[in-house]
């Protein structure tokens, strides 16, 4: 048995400062103060203890993407994400030939059983039956109609659809239907079709603002619409470009900390800095901050989770172990896994991280198991 000693412990619900975690490759005990003498002691020197984050949005990272459509490309990305405290994600597809789609899925699938990187808990279609009006970054020529026939054959992997409800409300009650998330996203609705999208059963909707018409005083949008669904929950990509920060206080007097999901939407640019960068024979422009095609769209975030959550922590309101819980607890909830991991709780897998106020890692821990360490 292991024991971290003298850490600030971020539960669900608060902060332990000074407190202890004894695990194997599961959380069995949270203590007050010190650990058993038999327990092999990590002196965390007074750093916070996080659980895993869980980024269920993210479509690239350290240079490989989803669309490669390859079980190497998404081993890679699942080992780079540890050293950005992430232990669980979602590989996510932007718009890509419905042959590269399908092999990304089969790719997921066998990724979905391996161990030793972040874990990859399913795949989250993006970027195929979305709203042209809408695309952002995503190439218009290849929008298709959903294919159910398709969709049937790798139900067993897709965690999340992107639904423009506008155009595709079946799409919803398909995924209804298979305890799929839907997620509304890339859309045009007007606020009453986004709402009539929800009765049919989204319960999420993807990067709140980006790519979906925001609120007018006379029409208040698929925005509108979500912000004001309590079952809904919104992703919120936290890296004061996609989204005013101003907004981060919006969306949390708005929708509490059970409603938002923190993620990164990240793209093959991502944990690399500033440079030009190629995927899917786009090139991909980055300052540092965000990365933009030629004419100026943005086009995925460079910005890691963990910054994210301090983003929202810092310019939100939220205590940290609110923001925290934004990129832990509720996308676990949201793919139905928080009983495993999500959060630092006895049972549960010991996924977890050690950093500093600014959450910079320290030290990222697999099943209990140091798989990353700061050099
Ligand atoms: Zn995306």
Do not use: C, K, P, S
């Given at each position: 048995m292991k024991a971290i000693v003298h850490a600030g412990?971020?539960?669900?619900?608060?902060?332990l400062e000074d407190a202890a975690v004894v695990f194997d490759d599961r959380i069995r005990q949270i203590l007050p103060d010190r650990a058993p003498d038999s327990c092999?002691?990590?002196d965390a020197g007074g750093k916070y203890l996080l659980p895993g984050l869980i980024d269920m949005h993210i479509h690239g990272y350290c240079g490989r993407e989803?669309?490669?459509a390859s079980v190497d490309a998404q081993r890679a990305m699942a080992a780079a994400l540890l050293k950005d405290g992430?232990?669980?994600f979602l590989p996510t597809l932007g718009t890509a030939p419905l042959e590269t789609i399908a092999g990304a899925l089969e790719a997921t699938r066998a990724c979905?059983?391996?161990s030793g990187g972040a874990k990859v808990h399913g795949a989250y279609v993006e970027g195929v039956f979305i709203s042209e009006k809408k695309k952002g970054a995503h190439n218009a020529a290849l929008l298709l109609a959903p294919?159910?026939?398709?969709?049937?054959?790798?139900k067993d992997v897709i965690k999340v659809v992107i639904v423009a409800p506008e155009r595709y409300p079946d799409l919803i009650d398909w995924c209804v239907e298979r305890n799929i998330v839907s997620s509304i996203g890339h859309t045009d609705a007007t606020y009453e079709q986004a709402m009539q999208g929800v009765r049919h059963g989204a319960t999420q909707?993807?990067?709140?603002?980006?790519?979906?018409?925001?609120?007018?005083?006379?029409?208040p949008g698929a925005a509108g619409a979500a912000l004001l669904s309590d079952g809904v929950r919104v992703e919120l990509i936290a890296d004061t470009v996609h989204v005013d920060r101003a907004l981060f206080k919006l969306v949390y007097k708005v929708k509490g900390a059970d409603g938002?999901?923190?993620i990164t939407d990240s793209s093959i640019a991502a944990g690399l800095g500033p440079g030009i960068y190629r995927s899917n024979e786009r090139t991909i422009y980055v300052d540092g901050t965000v990365g933009r095609l030629e004419n100026g769209t943005i086009s995925g975030s460079v910005s890691p989770l963990r910054r994210n959550v301090y983003n929202f922590h810092r310019y939100g309101g939220a205590p940290l172990w609110e923001a925290v819980r934004m990129a832990s607890l509720n996308p676990a909830r949201a793919l139905k896994i928080d009983g495993r991991v999500g959060s630092l709780r006895p049972g549960k897998c010991a996924d977890m991280f050690l950093c500093d106020a600014q959450l910079n890692v320290e030290c990222t821990f697999l099943d209990g198991e140091c798989v990353y360490r700061r050099a």
């Open positions: 412990i971020v539960l669900e619900d608060g902060i092999e002691i990590i989803t669309t490669e992430v232990t669980g979905m059983r391996e294919d159910y026939g398709f969709l049937e054959r790798y909707a993807t990067h709140l603002f980006n790519a979906m018409r925001g609120i007018g005083h006379r029409e938002i999901v923190l």
